[in-house]
Each structure stands twice: as structure tokens, then as C-alpha cells.
């Protein structure tokens, strides 16, 4: 029975350690505090949305536009999809997160931050390939019931 277990605890970390959505981790590998990754189907009733926690906001990868307009504090729309800016004008944030099968090149993804901008965006670098600029969606699921079809 102890054998089971031990193999059933190993199957289970193991994927957890290739999740896609985390463990963020900080440059000692330790777990990033207050990083957190998940996808909208945890809090919302759509699928299709991944929200990552980071500083004391929310962001959101929303390739469908499911949110609706997000806009920041002066009322400037933010939009998901490539980033505007080059990545070396960029502050790595340190905090990174590797996910993949056993046996393969895992696939490592970096938040960085532009200090300019108070935050309206995190910039996820995946494998130094592409970056992507997740805006600010602090208020979370959509309020209205069309965007959420």
C-alpha cells in the first residue's frame, strides 16, 4: 500500500511541476509569493481567459476578447496580443516559470515589467521567442452576460 502511495504522490508532482500555469518561481527556485496563475473557468463561467496575480494586480492573456474593453486608470484601452515594446527596454521581473513533458526542452516563460507605465501591463517572455503583453484586468470575469458567451 505504501508503494502505491509513494508512486501516486510521484505522478502527482510530477505534474504539477509541468503544469503550464505555474509554479512561478524566483531566481533561488524558490515558489515567487503573490505570483499566481490560473485559468477563468476557476472564477468565471467562460474558459478561454488565463489570469496571472502579480504585484498587486490581475492580469489577463484574453486572445477571444472575452473580458470586453479593458482600459486603464486614464481610460486608454489595453489590449492582450504582442508586445508594443522591445524586450530590451523591459525590467525582468526574475520571476520565472518552466513547464513540459519529462524528456523534453521545457518551455520557460519570464515576467517583465516596463517601470514607465505604473503597471498597466506584465510582459511574458516565452523562451526568449516572443513576448506577450497580458494588461491590467483587475476587475476580473466580464459583468455583461453577452461578453461572456
Request: proline fraction near 7%; glycine fraction near 10%; hydrophobic fraction near 35%.
Amino acid at each position: 500500500m505504501r508503494r502505491v502511495l509513494m508512486v501516486a504522490m510521484g505522478l502527482v508532482l510530477s505534474a504539477c511541476a509541468s503544469s503550464q500555469h505555474g509554479p512561478w518561481v524566483d531566481g533561488n527556485d524558490r515558489i515567487a509569493n503573490g505570483v499566481n496563475e490560473y485559468p477563468s473557468q476557476f472564477i468565471c463561467d467562460e474558459k478561454g481567459v488565463t489570469f496571472l496575480e502579480f504585484g498587486d494586480h490581475r492580469f489577463a492573456s484574453d486572445p477571444l476578447g472575452l473580458l470586453g474593453p479593458l482600459t486603464n486608470d486614464s481610460g486608454e484601452e489595453l489590449r492582450f496580443g504582442p508586445a508594443e515594446l522591445p524586450l530590451e527596454k523591459l525590467y525582468s521581473s526574475g520571476i520565472t516559470h518552466s513547464y513540459g513533458l519529462p524528456g523534453e526542452d521545457p518551455n520557460v516563460r519570464e515576467i517583465y515589467v516596463d517601470l514607465e507605465t505604473d503597471l498597466d501591463y506584465v510582459y511574458v517572455a516565452i523562451n526568449d521567442d516572443r513576448v506577450e503583453q497580458w494588461p491590467r484586468a483587475d476587475l476580473g470575469c466580464p459583468t455583461d452576460p453577452d461578453l461572456a458567451k
